[in-house]
């Protein structure tokens, strides 16, 4: 089992930067490939940018490549989006999740854990 907390959301003006941090229980994070999405009001959940169990692979969605980060700490047993450049429509509740190294899909399969979502609000 896997609990993960998000936090650091928040809102910022237009052109600024905030970075999301995801804490996550229990003594395996490093065997979690880890994934940041996000969802809108009235959209679908999006998938942002994942990283691999060891922080040797990351992928970003072409919607945020080239302003958003994806890390990982693993003794910290922590993932982070860093956000830079921020526009009113990245306005949105900010989901952390795990999903096990080696799982069908990898990190764009189906993810076992969720966190609650932190919300981040980007003015114009």
């Known amino acids: 089992q896997v609990q993960l907390v998000e936090s650091g959301g928040g809102l910022v003006q237009a052109g600024g930067s905030l970075r999301l941090s995801c804490a996550a229980s229990g003594r395996t994070f490093s065997s979690y490939d880890m994934g940041w999405f996000r969802q809108a009001p009235g959209k679908e959940r999006e998938f942002l940018a994942a990283i691999s169990w060891s922080g040797g692979s990351t992928y970003s969605a072409d919607s945020v490549k080239g302003r958003f980060t994806i890390s990982r700490d693993n003794a910290k047993n922590t993932v982070y989006l860093q956000m830079n450049s921020l526009k009113p429509e990245d306005t949105a509740v900010y989901y952390c999740?795990?999903?096990?190294?080696?799982?069908?899909?990898?990190?764009?399969?189906?993810?076992?854990?969720w966190g609650q979502g932190t919300q981040v609000t980007v003015s114009s």
């Open positions: 999740a795990a999903v096990l190294h080696g799982s069908p899909g990898g990190p764009f399969g189906e993810y076992d854990y």
